[in-house]
């Protein structure tokens, strides 16, 4: 294959069951240039780095594996594949992970289109779908309006994301990479935002599925409370970089602490629920209802476990 003008940044990590699916919707892309599959296996201890090698053995001119010996993590397994992108010239980058996939056999030609056609344009996006427990329940528009571009609010799928690779430079990526940060587009979307103009194409091209064990979405109460510091940790450091973008550090802490209230509910867990709202209670000017309620029902064992019974009912009725 010559002269290849995108390359596919797909990272993976215990993707098994996944990775197929990725792998096929990319390699069915109708496009008039050349595209380059190049996969991040972060080290997985399922079948994941044997399924990607058999795509690889199969489709050498079209996908290119590269394999850590240790996980590296998702940050810095997309950092070396940036690198990787770089080195080799191509001028775009299109955005996805290995438990994610694309739906339209058309999107990379698409938006390498509305890309090539607004030079002023940096990063394309689109609408996707939601998938939680094999069934899609909603359908997310996520139209970037300009007007109301406040830079730390941008309504991006990572799946959705192309970009030109000239971007990269706008990243410090040594930097990033020592700050054990747990995912990486939300930074690069606003650090982007602030580089770039966006277009957006409004039809769901993608897939974004939740519900099983992801970094944004764990399923284990210590990592997503790490998770939810992980927020916290991004908004620092974009407050860094652009102070205009306000950040206190009293609104990082009464984050944290409506968050892990919130996952006390989710996991049953009284005992977090109790050291939360006695250590750390919330200001008033945070407070909302909901919150003020789960601090409330936080105060007794019994009214707590009535109210976890409330929103694992409310869960339910949203998810069917």
């Known amino acids: 294959m010559s002269n290849i003008k995108v390359a596919v940044c797909l990272t993976t990590y215990n993707h098994a069951e996944y990775i197929s699916q990725a792998i096929e919707i990319v390699l ?13 296996e972060d080290g997985s201890v399922d079948n994941t780095i044997k399924i990607c090698r058999e795509y690889e053995r199969k489709y050498p001119t079209k996908i290119n594996v590269i394999q850590y010996e240790t996980n590296l993590g ?11 992108i770089k080195k080799r010239n191509i001028e775009y980058i299109a ?16 938006q390498i289109d509305s890309l090539d056609t607004n030079p002023e344009s940096g990063l394309s996006h689109t609408s996707m779908q939601l998938l939680v427990e094999g069934k899609v329940i ?7 309006k300009e007007e109301n571009n406040s830079h730390l609010h941008l309504p991006l799928a990572n799946c ?18 020592s700050q054990n940060f747990l995912s990486i587009d939300y930074i690069t979307a606003v650090i982007f935002s602030y580089n770039t103009k966006f277009t957006y194409i409004d039809e769901s091209t993608a897939v974004w599925r939740r519900g099983h064990s992801s970094v944004s979405n764990p399923n284990n109460l210590k990592k997503d409370i790490e998770y939810v510091k992980h927020h916290v940790n991004v ?7 652009y102070p205009e973008v306000l950040f206190e550090e009293s609104w990082g802490i009464s984050y944290i602490k409506m968050e892990s209230l919130k ?23 945070g407070e909302s ?15 707590f476990f009535i109210y976890c019974s409330i929103y694992k009912l409310r869960n339910m009725v949203r998810t069917h």
């Open 263 to 285: 996952l006390a509910y989710k996991y049953n867990d009284y005992k977090l629920a109790k050291d939360v709202t006695t250590n750390t209670p919330l200001s008033n000017s």
């Open 235 to 241: 908004w620092r450091y974009i407050n860094k970089l």
């Open 95 to 110: 955005m996805l992970d290995g438990d994610d996939y694309w739906i339209d056999n058309n999107k990379l030609q698409r």
């Open 138 to 144: 909603s359908q997310k528009k996520r139209n970037l």
């Open 289 to 303: 209802k909901i919150e003020g309620m789960r601090s409330f029902f936080a105060k007794n064992r019994l009214l």
């Open 160 to 177: 959705t994301v192309v970009f030109r690779t000239s971007l990269i430079s706008k990243l410090d990526m040594e930097y990033i990479a």
């Open 74 to 84: 998702l940050v810095k397994n997309t950092i070396e594949l940036y690198k990787f």
């Open 28 to 40: 069915s892309q109708k496009t008039n240039f050349d595209f380059l599959l190049v996969i991040g």
